[in-house]
């Protein structure tokens, strides 16, 4: 379900997705794990992949659920190389004369 869909936080047991197409909150979940799968479709639909940004706690009409913020990113954050080995990589090549 997204954002603004008639029963939101009706059933504590069904998980919501919130998306705003550069994030998605994705509610009544426990951890990391139990969120992941339904924020990599959203972010999937997007062409972009979904990072674990926090856990947080959700609240709507005094009713409360926790909740994974997730971030759809067009490409893993941990593809840039540290610069060590950037550095070491282009050493590695032969210079042009």
Not at 37 to 43: G, I, K, L
């Amino acid at each position: 379900m997204f954002a603004g869909e008639d029963g939101l936080f009706r059933s504590s047991n069904l998980q919501r997705i919130y998306g705003d197409g550069l994030s998605v909150n994705i509610a009544n979940v426990e951890n990391e794990a139990e969120g992941r799968p339904f924020a990599e479709r959203y972010c999937k639909r997007l062409g972009k992949t979904a990072h674990f940004e926090r856990m947080e706690l959700l609240s709507y009409h005094r009713e409360t659920a926790m909740s994974a913020l997730f971030n759809c990113a067009s490409r893993p954050v941990s593809a840039r190389k540290p610069e060590s080995e950037r550095g070491r990589a282009q050493a590695a090549l032969p210079s042009e004369q």
